[in-house]
């Protein structure tokens, strides 16, 4: 079981902490949640504790409303675009030059129909710029826009004292300068900025090592390595191993980071459906019944790719039940806790601490910096051996730069504080605020009658808005209201699922989560987006079959 | 009072379909060209129904008065 730094004290609370949660648990559980397993015998086995995840489905006239929508906006798109082919209207898009007008064309599939068509009419509410550091409040610079998004043109103004409900900033740890950061100061001043150097040649510094040390306590496992790009974490060291031979099997809904590493790697690639145990049995089985596809031969490797916490939808993968099929099945298992390391667990280590599991069951326990540390980067950890192989063989290793000393520094500067090494227990009590905040929100929302998708632990929330004009209409309302949230509509979610996705941050406090709860009502019943019925979720989980047996 | 009310729920409901329909996101032009497209429709279809529904009714009603009589006459 997790075992955090402190003392008795800590330990007391903890359990507190524990009961409390369960008991809230299972007076949701009567909702419209999924109980997957029931609570039995007083002992704290990782069994007893109930997933409450849901996924309602829309009600049928939002979907229709949604593709009507959606048809309207590919009409006139398909308008403007013959109007600009016939040179009525002037092109600001990226065309061909005159010379290539008879190749094969290069902006004319669906993608670029659409970025063309849909986007750029609603681009104001992306790529907003931000003058401040992204805390709780933020400033946002004011941007105009004089021919419906092409361009834009600062008016010089700036939005100060936005409600930040988009920032990955899960413990609040990117903030402004203060006392607390006088060590990355001195670590400036002795290091500089740049390391200008590889790992293999002359940039590991002894930060890194002391990163790398106090990230393998941290998680309690053998060794850990950093490097210095979260994104590059995942694509630089999945070939580095697996390759051809071998088979990758990776949930449906991973992140590009992963997807990338996959196919980089060379190995066979099969997907199973998001979070879902009988799917990825299914692959097991046909996996090691039949090997490879031609000769038949048994697969080097099979190795498992999944998320702690998945960005886009707020659940929590079932790790229980795939550490039980990984034994079954001598698979490996590449756990990607990006949003979920500091996040989730009672003391902030993760989706392991959060089902009570040992670390060492996952073979490759990889993370980032960015979302909970207030930094930048990556590491990798699990066994020495493993983590050993990797400082030879990773790409990045060899090839990119490794890790800025302050950057470093604040890294270790974060992690002592949560480990309670600094002496306060200030880091614990973030943990428990962000988890208090979340609880807090996700049950408000549910109460209002909104759609939120995910694990009721998952500070990561989608509120679903299904139209794109409501997309379009709820970002800029929020923005007037000094509300910064984050929309999200079609190549990163499904066609007619956008949705609006809020971080809950330790540094929220309760009247900022109250002010945004409140807009949130108002803008709710203006623009009609309460559609929840607490139906059961229309995802099949076949947790009443007891036997998978599959007839051929 | 309560007229400026009725005018509220009115602009609120025009709001929502425009959100719905995306007319929102589309420029003036565009949007004055789309409403035109839809009101003709509209107009041609509760002309259609107004000239037509009538007479269809009495047609189908004879129709059936046909067919009921007739089988009443044979059962007798």
Same mark, same amino acid.
């Given at each position: ?466 139209m794109?004009g409501k997309?379009?209409a ?53 623009l ?25 | ?14 709001y929502q379909y425009q959100i719905i329909s995306c007319c929102a ?12 497209? $839809? $009101?003709? =429709? =509209? ?9 037509? =529904? ?23």
């Amino acid at each position: 079981m997790a075992n955090p730094g402190g003392g008795t004290v800590c330990n007391g609370k903890l359990h507190n902490h524990k009961k409390q949660s369960n008991g809230l648990q299972s007076r949701n559980c009567t909702k419209n949640g999924i109980v997957k397993e029931a609570q039995q015998n007083g002992r704290t086995h990782f069994y007893d504790k109930l997933i409450v995840e849901s996924f309602e489905e829309a009600p049928l006239h939002v979907m229709v409303f949604t593709y009507m929508g959606y048809g309207i906006g590919t009409l006139f798109g398909y308008l403007r675009d013959f109007m600009r082919n016939w040179g009525i209207e002037k092109c600001n898009a990226a065309v061909e030059r005159k010379e290539q007008r008879d190749f094969v064309p290069l902006y004319q599939d669906f993608e670029n129909f659409y970025t063309r068509n849909l986007y750029m009419r609603i681009r104001d509410n992306w790529n907003r710029p931000i003058c401040s550091a992204p805390g709780a409040l933020f400033d946002v610079m004011e941007r105009v826009s004089d021919d419906y998004n092409w361009t834009f043109r600062f008016t010089g103004r700036v939005i100060k004292d936005v409600i930040n409900m988009g920032s990955y900033n899960f413990l609040g740890l990117a903030a402004k300068y203060d006392e607390s950061m006088r060590t990355i100061k001195d670590v400036l001043e002795v290091y500089g900025t740049g390391v200008a150097s590889t790992r293999h040649e002359m940039g590991t510094l002894d930060k890194h090592k002391e990163l790398e040390d106090l990230v393998a306590k941290f998680l309690n496992v053998e060794a850990a390595m950093v490097f210095g790009m979260g994104f590059a974490t995942n694509s630089m060291n999945i070939p580095a191993l697996v390759g051809k031979g071998c088979l990758i099997l990776s949930d449906e809904l991973n992140h590009t980071s992963l997807v990338l590493g996959a196919r980089l790697s060379g190995a066979t690639i099969r997907i199973f459906k998001h979070n879902n145990t009988q799917s990825l049995e299914k692959l097991l089985r046909d996996a090691v019944i039949y090997g490879q596809p031609r000769t038949r031969r048994a697969w080097k490797k099979i190795l498992i790719l999944v998320e702690g916490v998945y960005s886009m939808e707020g659940s929590i993968v079932h790790l229980p039940q795939i550490i039980a099929l990984k034994k079954k099945y001598k698979a490996y298992l590449y756990i990607d806790e990006a949003h979920s390391i500091g996040a989730v667990g009672p003391t902030g280590r993760g989706v392991t601490e959060f089902f009570g599991l040992d670390p060492h069951e996952v073979d490759v326990l990889m993370g980032t910096f960015t979302k909970s540390f207030g930094a930048a980067g990556g590491y990798i950890a699990g066994r020495k051996d493993l983590v050993d192989y990797l400082r030879v063989h990773s790409h990045s290793a060899v090839y990119a730069s490794s890790m800025s000393p302050p950057i470093a520094e604040q890294i270790i500067r974060s992690l002592k504080h949560l480990m309670g090494m600094d002496g306060t227990t200030q880091g614990l009590q973030r943990v428990r605020q962000l988890a208090k905040n979340t609880r807090y929100f996700r049950q408000r929302l549910q109460e209002m009658g909104f759609i939120i998708y995910g694990n009721e632990n998952s500070p990561v929330v989608p509120l679903l808005l299904y139209m794109p004009g409501k997309v379009a209409a709820f970002a800029r309302h929020m923005l007037e209201k000094k509300i910064g949230v984050v929309v999200v509509g079609f190549p990163a979610t499904p066609l007619a699922e956008a949705r609006a996705r809020f971080c809950v941050s330790a540094a929220h406090t309760r009247e900022m989560l109250d002010t945004v709860l409140e807009a949130l009502d108002e803008m709710g019943d203006l623009l009609q987006l309460k559609y929840s019925r607490h139906k059961k979720s229309a995802r099949p989980e076949l947790y009443d079959e007891t036997s998978f047996e599959l007839e051929d | 009072m309560d007229l400026r009310r009725v005018k509220e729920y009115f602009s609120w409901l025009y709001y929502q379909y425009q959100i719905i329909s995306c007319c929102a996101v589309l420029e003036p032009w565009e949007r004055s060209m789309f409403n035109t497209i $839809l $009101l003709t =429709i =509209i107009a041609m279809v509760v002309y259609t129904a107004y000239v037509f =529904i009538p007479i269809h009714i009495r047609l189908a009603w004879e129709f059936f008065s046909k067919i009921c009589g007739y089988h009443s006459t044979i059962s007798n």
